[in-house]
């Protein structure tokens, strides 16, 4: 079964790439730049080591598919300029790879990468908490239930099998969390306002 759910979780993501490039092209949606840049630098880094160890997932598989796609599509249709934000994330991603090179440990490289990638999707939470309309929430939900089952698929509970299903699993239950919570608060904030506007 674990096979089974690991497959799953591959499609489930890939799944999820469609709405979002969808949205893309019919420019609904604005990814972050650095945020894919970052992704598809640390899921390679990762997808290694985890080649070395004997640990690959479907979820990985599917994601370094959807995030090439999207990282291209970034380029050309994403959020313009490079925040400090950004530059600072890139900067971890970097160090991630340094580190990768120095220690010749995938674990390490595992690790190291899984940690950045989680601070590497700041930028987008952060756009997504300023309007909620640059990503797609069906898209999101798709990734968000293909971590279910990639975490249902984790055949044992070591940094190399089971660290990037978690990180994936945090990460997308944040973005998650900010497309569902954040648009009821900008209701309610413009709700507040046009009362006070009619009040005055």
Known sequence: MKQVFSVLAGVLIIAGFVPYIWAILRKGAKPVKA?????ITL?????AGMIVKGTVNGQLIGAMIGVSIVV???LKFGSPGWTRLDRFCLGGAALGIALWALTRDPIAGI??????LFLGSIPTFVSAWEDPNRESTLA?????CSCVFAIAAIPQWTIADALQPITFAVTDTTAMAILLVRPRMLARQ??????SSVAS
């Open 35 to 39: 945020t894919w840049i970052i992704w």
């Open 111 to 116: 690790a190291t990468s899984c940690a950045v």
């Open 43 to 47: 899921d390679t880094i990762t997808l």
């Open 140 to 144: 999101w939900t798709f990734y968000w």
């Open 190 to 195: 413009r709700k507040l306002a046009a009362s």
């Open 72 to 74: 291209g599509l970034a």
